[in-house]
């Protein structure tokens, strides 16, 4: 039965797994592109970050293009899983109390 | 945990407008650039026809030539500076989309050659009416959904053109309807989905 996950619930995760689940599988998005996108600061979003990749729902990759470091980050498949979980109990406690 | 059904509700919202908002802020950082380019060589292209109808081919050949470069410039460069979405496959995507449009325009100029249209309106209408509905076939695959309605849009402005307008005006209603409408939706993606 699909479940909430407290972690994910979180209003800012949210929509940070929202954004990376958008990507296609395998996909990575940069860190400063992610930050713009969901209009966040850099301490904000690199803390969030952080618990995610700690439950393991997302995967930090750091790197050099042109010699200049660049930070890449994807959700992985326990984290796509999760957030598709989370969704569907949302839509049933909305089914729910639509009865 | 426990939450309440408007609780649910407003993440759901979250959620979706999230997910819109980076599928509309990827698809402009690549796709706006070309639109508004092409937006402007069609709409130049047909302004300069309808004033110097004897350099058509000239005109034309230039016009495409340079936004066929500058295309493929800005496809190289964001694949090697890198670009915000890395993806797996990007340079199979890259060279399969080049070939797209490469067999496209064989394949255009295979018909033209079977058909043998008798006027350059004919020929022209032709030309953007296949390019768009490539820009149809796109949308639906990559569920770019605005490349579908754009590609719909100009077909229409096209066939308006044709069969509505008198010869003389077809290039000064191209101008602004078909290559204003790639250059709109260019500039419109630029500004309001990023």
Same mark, same amino acid.
């Given at each position: 039965? $699909? !479940? #909430?996950? +407290?972690?994910?619930?979180?209003? @800012? ?36 970050? $952080? !618990? #995610?990749? +700690?439950?393991?729902?997302?995967? @930090? ?37 639509? !009865? | ?194």
């Amino acid at each position: 039965m $699909a !479940k #909430l996950d +407290n972690i994910i619930h979180q209003p @800012i995760r949210l929509r940070i797994m929202s954004a990376l689940v958008a990507l296609d599988v395998g996909e990575q998005v940069d860190f400063v592109y992610l930050r713009k996108i969901l209009k966040l600061t850099d301490g904000n979003l690199g803390a969030h970050l $952080a !618990k #995610l990749e +700690n439950a393991r729902y997302i995967k @930090i990759e750091k790197t050099f293009i042109a010699r200049k470091p660049r930070t890449f980050i994807n959700v992985t498949g326990k984290g796509r899983d999760t957030f598709n979980e989370h969704v569907t109990a949302l839509r049933k406690i909305i089914g729910k109390a639509k !009865k | 945990m426990d939450i309440s059904k408007r609780e649910a509700k407003d993440s759901l919202n979250q959620i979706e407008t999230a997910t819109a908002q980076t599928r509309k802020s990827i698809a402009s950082n690549y796709d706006s650039p070309l639109l508004i380019l092409w937006g402007l060589i069609w709409f130049t292209g047909f302004i300069l026809t309808h004033f110097f109808l004897p350099w058509v081919w000239l005109i034309w050949m230039g016009l495409c030539g340079i936004g066929t470069a500058v295309t493929l410039l800005v496809g190289w460069w964001q694949f090697h500076t890198g670009s915000p979405v890395k993806t797996p496959a990007a340079e199979k995507i890259g060279w399969r989309i080049f070939w797209f449009w490469t067999l496209l325009f064989v394949y255009m100029f295979i018909w033209l050659s079977i058909l043998k249209p008798r006027h350059g309106i004919q020929m022209n209408a032709f030309m953007c009416t296949a390019i768009m509905f490539a820009y149809v076939v796109t949308g639906l695959w990559s569920k770019s959904f605005y490349m579908l309605w754009l590609g719909l849009a100009v077909t229409g402005f096209t066939l308006i053109g044709f069969y509505f307008i008198p010869p003389s005006y077809y290039c000064l209603w191209m101008a602004p309807t078909a290559g204003g409408a790639l250059f709109a939706m260019g500039l419109y993606m630029r500004l309001r989905w990023r």
